[in-house]
């Protein structure tokens, strides 16, 4: 029995030139690396080699380096460095053409945030951004949308931009899920102090005003206090949970039974609670599963965290830039990114940062 012909190199060629709309020369130019080709016609012949289902390896659809930002608003906080680390973990999986330039940017330094977004020394083709939501960074990147680039934004959403990605939780959720607890934990009537961080941060605002609704809903008789913004100072945190151990905040009619953090600001917490003697005693509830926080939970200071994992957050935001760019195949899963719950029996016992 004769074997089966082979069909010629060129035939597939030429299946892939009609599909794509170019010459021969043109794909054998593509599919061999060899020769100068335009970025579109490069994009439409892999494009039509995986749809005929060529089977070799096929060359990026992109021809040389590939330039994506990530702009963090830098806090100062250990939830910042997880994120700095998360993104270095990513970046060392990808191939040397994709290059991933990371910078922190003070909290307060909205000019620079600003430049970083609208004036790239490369020709940039996607962005991922932990951004404040201010008239100025909003304006920046919408006219980075604009421009045809990707972006995906994480840990706030700002919805106010024209469509893109967002890698982050629902924080009225998260907001929610920590009211419901603290009225259970709490095991009593009496006051629940929320401490927002920064109204700039409308992940923190979010968080707030789902816990303040969880407990109107659930816990009717609770009273619910909020502070002033915190800015993540934990001298400022110390203050306002002392004020409120003492039954001293404006208006407070109940005495204190539970602590909400919706940022950062546990190494004021703890102190005020310890130094009243009221450690475990009154219900505690902040967020991201941090070396200190493991502390607090295993000396049963601190009752829950929840955490937003942010290395979720990195993956799914370069995955959604790296589909945009025609890098990869797949988009992320669509939908928020889940957030976790840890106490004291299921929290993580290896360090959270790398030393």
């Known amino acids: 029995m004769s074997p089966p012909l082979r069909r010629k190199r060129s035939a597939r060629f030429t299946e892939i030139a009609l599909e794509a709309n ?14 100068s080709v335009s970025d579109d016609a490069r994009r439409r012949v892999i494009e039509a080699a995986r749809t005929l289902a060529i ?20 806090h100062g906080t250990p939830f910042v460095q997880r994120l700095e680390q998360a ?11 994709i290059v991933v330039h990371q910078q922190m940017i003070g909290l307060e330094d909205e000019d620079a945030f600003e430049r970083a977004i609208l004036a790239p020394p490369y020709a940039r083709a996607g962005l991922v951004a932990l951004a404040p939501r201010t008239p ?51 095991r009593r009537r009496g006051s629940v102090l929320v ?3 920064l109204r700039t941060v ?38 306002y949970v002392s004020s409120a151990l003492k039954g001293e905040m404006p208006g407070q ?55 937003q994992n942010p290395d979720g957050q990195v993956r799914s935001a370069l995955q959604h830039v790296l589909f945009r760019c025609g890098l990869i195949d797949s988009a992320p899963r669509p939908g928020l990114h889940a957030f976790e719950l840890f106490t004291l029996p299921n929290m993580r016992m290896e360090p959270y940062l790398d030393p």
């Not at 089977?55 to 830098?74: A, K, M, N, Q, Y």
């Not at 607090?296 to 955490?307: F, G, N, P, T």
């Open 22 to 35: 170019v010459s021969v020369s043109t794909v054998d130019r593509v599919l061999n690396e060899r020769g």
């Open 55 to 74: 089977p070799r390896v096929l060359p990026e659809t992109r021809h040389g380096l590939v330039h994506i930002d990530i702009l963090v608003s830098d």
């Open 87 to 97: 993104v270095r973990q990513a970046v060392a999986l990808l191939p040397g053409h």
């Open 136 to 186: 100025r960074i909003l304006a920046a990147l919408a006219a980075a949308i604009g421009r045809g680039e990707a972006l995906s934004t994480m840990v706030n959403d700002l919805p106010e931009l024209p469509p893109h990605h967002f890698a982050g939780i629902d924080n009225v959720r998260a907001g929610r899920t920590a009211g419901y607890w603290l009225g259970r934990l709490a």
């Open 195 to 197: 401490l927002p961080g």
């Open 202 to 239: 409308p992940a923190h605002e979010d968080r707030m005003r789902g816990c303040a609704d969880a407990l109107r809903e659930f816990f009717p008789t609770m009273q619910v206090l909020v502070s002033p913004e915190t800015r993540e100072d934990p001298d400022l945190c110390y203050r």
């Open 253 to 307: 009619r109940a005495p204190l039974v539970g602590v909400y953090d919706t940022a950062y600001g546990s190494t004021g917490i703890e102190p005020a609670l310890r130094g009243a003697g009221m450690a475990g005693k009154v219900a505690w509830i902040g967020h991201e599963m941090l070396d200190r926080h493991r502390q607090y939970l295993a000396e049963r200071s601190l009752d829950m965290v929840i955490d």
